[in-house]
């Protein structure tokens, strides 16, 4: 993607620039996952004994085990070798989670080995690339690297599918969907709950989707969340409250909230940047105490915290 760089009103184009090497670009994306990604930097150049040398290992903000390929340009192989190092933290569980509680202070909570990610980075991706993601349920990210030092990261699209119709047109092109893989399905969270809290979240939900094509939507045992390079909303349904329990990320706690339906998160809860809570009970929204327009108000400004 082009950059251009602005001053008096002159655009210029920003020349992009390539790493010295693989191993460079390694090691400033392991410097910084955290900021990046939201990930916890565990080891990288991890030696098995079976399943070669696995160049990175994180736990994202979930506490899902992550491993990460890189490749300084578009090469075969990548995922084929990402998906190896990824059989071996399923087989190797126990090892995985000494190497975590090892490196990582303070690591709270399980880890999530049945909802793990993989994470590929490189310059460009081929066809076969896209669709042996799209089996995997692996994430590819592109990078451009500039000569004023700039890193421009973005998330490589799913392979689209010719899709016949009975149309004048002929073919139609329908981009795949990708199902995550999940413990506990949305329509498993939400059983129990009443009519009015299902419709609550169902608009919600559909409004968080339609924020951006980057949104992506998982769920854990105990939340649903939304998230894109990092999470911003964790969602939970609290059926003996009637109600939605939203966790959300913001910028250094700043946050525009009018109404004052948010409330702080203490920091000794350990969330870092999710420092807000909200709790949205049906009755209020009837009551109008708030619309679905200032939820999403305050929503928006959680996902520009991830931008």
Known sequence: MPLFE??????????????????ELHQLIDMNLEEIFGVRFIK???ITDKHGRI???????????????????????QLVQANRYMTWV?????????????NIKNLKGEIDFSNPRIL?????????????ALSLGAELWKYRYYENDTLVISRE????????????????????????????????HLEGASEELIDLFTRIDSEIKNI????????TNAEIIYKTSRNFVYLAVQNKNNCLRLLLRTSDDNLIDEKNLTKKIPKTHGYG???????????DEQSEKFSIEDIMNIINQSYDSTQ
């Open 157 to 188: 699209e799913e392979p689209e599918q010719l899709i016949t119709t009975k149309s004048k047109g002929g073919f139609t092109i329908e981009k795949i969907t990708r199902e995550p893989r999940v413990v506990k399905t949305v329509d498993q």
């Open 90 to 102: 399923k087989q190797n569980p126990d090892s995985f989670e000494l190497l975590a509680r090892k």
């Open 212 to 219: 951006s094509s980057e949104v992506e939507r998982y769920t």
């Open 55 to 77: 160049e990175t290992l994180g736990l994202d903000e979930s506490n899902r085990p992550l491993v990460i390929e890189y490749k300084r340009t578009k090469e075969k192989g």
């Open 6 to 23: 602005i001053k008096n009103k002159k655009a210029k184009k920003v020349n992009t620039k390539e790493f010295k090497n693989e191993l």
């Open 273 to 283: 940047n999710i420092t807000r809570q909200l709790h949205l009970n049906p009755k």
């Open 120 to 132: 590929c980075f490189a310059q460009e991706y081929s066809i076969d690339d896209k669709c042996l």
């Open 44 to 46: 990288d150049e991890h």
